[in-house]
């Protein structure tokens, strides 16, 4: 195991590249200045003029990430990995080619996998060379998109079949994250709960105290 894969846990930032750049990437500054660690670039390209701009964008983002010990991850399109330094893939489903990606990106790169309530998501991924696996959505969220409610026993199952992290997402703040106290993961992702904060330092220190309080 790469010494970046031994940092799966904790907060796990995603960003909405969509979102007003400048504004964006203050926010991101802040975000791993203050102990933010995992960061996901979200497949969400609509607002973007071309290929071109997409690349300006990346280029404009690892630039700042570069200044940090940070984890960066591209949301599906794991053949950038060949044109930018990310050190891994999320895909939001299991590619049929995964033994095909993985032989391509090399086994130092992190591959991540989004699971609903389907254990059969479970099981695969302890049966491939999968990194970690998270549940989207555990609350309600705008941003998760047609992801749908996790149910308890689901990750519950996943936390005794796996031993890979575990991470979860959707709808999460640092109040509902207590209510989770009997669940077992690793860590947590989110995008408005740090992106739409006011007081980002803040957030992420309440977070961080959430984290405290369940032993992580």
């Given at each position: ?7 799966l846990k904790g907060?796990?930032?995603v960003?909405?590249?969509s979102?007003p750049?400048k504004?964006l990437f203050?926010?991101v500054r ?5 102990g933010?660690?995992?960061?996901q670039?979200?497949d969400?390209?609509?607002l ?7 690349y300006d ?7 700042i990430t ?18 930018f330094?990310f050190e ?6 299991f590619?049929e080619n995964?033994?095909?990606i993985?032989d391509?990106?090399?086994e130092?790169?992190?591959?991540g996998?989004t699971?609903g309530?389907?254990?059969?998501c479970?099981?695969?991924a ?6 970690y696996?998270?549940?989207?959505s555990?609350?309600?969220s705008?941003?998760a998109?047609?992801?749908e409610?996790i ?5 519950h199952?996943a936390a ?21 106290s009997d ?5 947590v992702?989110?995008i408005?709960g740090i ?8 957030s992420i220190k309440?977070?961080?105290k959430s984290?405290?309080?369940?032993g992580?």
């Amino acid at each position: 195991m790469t010494k970046k894969k031994k940092f799966l846990k904790g907060l796990y930032l995603v960003v909405d590249p969509s979102l007003p750049r400048k504004e964006l990437f203050e926010k991101v500054r802040i975000a791993l200045s203050n102990g933010v660690a995992i960061l996901q670039i979200w497949d969400h390209w609509t607002l973007f003029d071309d290929e071109e701009d997409i690349y300006d964008f990346i280029t404009q983002l690892l630039s700042i990430t570069s200044q940090f010990d940070c984890i960066v991850i591209i949301n599906n399109r794991w053949e950038w990995l060949q044109e930018f330094s990310f050190e891994g893939v999320h895909f939001d489903q299991f590619p049929e080619n995964l033994e095909e990606i993985r032989d391509e990106i090399g086994e130092e790169r992190i591959i991540g996998i989004t699971c609903g309530n389907n254990k059969v998501c479970v099981e695969k991924a302890g049966e491939t060379n999968v990194d970690y696996i998270s549940f989207c959505s555990i609350f309600p969220s705008s941003s998760a998109g047609d992801c749908e409610i996790i149910d308890s026993g689901t990750v519950h199952y996943a936390a005794k079949q796996l031993r890979i992290p575990i991470f979860i997402s959707g709808g999460i703040n640092s109040d509902n994250l207590l209510t989770l106290s009997d669940w077992k993961f690793d860590g947590v992702a989110v995008i408005s709960g740090i992106l739409n904060s006011e007081n980002i330092e803040n957030s992420i220190k309440e977070y961080q105290k959430s984290f405290e309080k369940l032993g992580m």
